[in-house]
């Protein structure tokens, strides 16, 4: 049986692979924050998994990231996907050292432990997918601590692929466009969501990259929309 794990299960980009990778010879580790919409995923992926685990921890909390190993237990993933993150959209300038440190914990250190806990045990031939964003390539105003975590993101996944590279391990880095998300929920002003990419389509491309044959990597995938970056 596989093992998936995925982070920021609980909706969005997460939710759209948990459900595009469910299968019947597959154990699905969900991680969500949200009890009630990660039980949505659960019951919606239940029916055509092997197993369904839900994993709720704060992973801008070095314990939550612990905890969160803890509960996966010793078995080898053969997936693993990076998704959780967190969007401070302001001014550099009134950026708090408490959202400094919650981006910094869910979008660079979370990421980096899980890797080094579980890419030391993962099978040849077993995948990393790290849900980065355009933002990981272009700054934007007001995105600045967004896009720092992306290109940290970015720059160490390069070099820890070409570590696991002789052990056929394949990281795989997702670059979507602006995507429609629960996120922009929580941003202030007005954005053309209906000129976004959906969750789908990205969950769609990871899963062409996975299907590949294990010797073919797909490692760097950019998803646009012909509305441009938005």
Known sequence: ???Y???GASRGIGRA?????AGV???LLLHGRDTVALAEVYEAVKPHCAHVVRLIHDLALPSGVSDLIDQVGKKPLNLLVNNAGIAIVKPFCEITSIEWEQTV???ITAPFLLMQHFAPHMPPGSSIVNILSIAAKTGFANWSAYCMSKFALEGRSQCVREELRDR???????YPAATDTHIWTHIEGKWPRHKMISPEEVASAVAYALSRPAIVALENITISSLAGNL
């Open 25 to 27: 010879d597959v154990e």
């Open 105 to 107: 914990g869910v979008n």
């Open 1 to 3: 049986m596989k093992r």
């Open 168 to 174: 056929r391990i394949r990281m795989i880095n997702v």
């Open 17 to 21: 692979i948990a459900e595009n990778l």
């Open 5 to 7: 794990l995925i982070t």
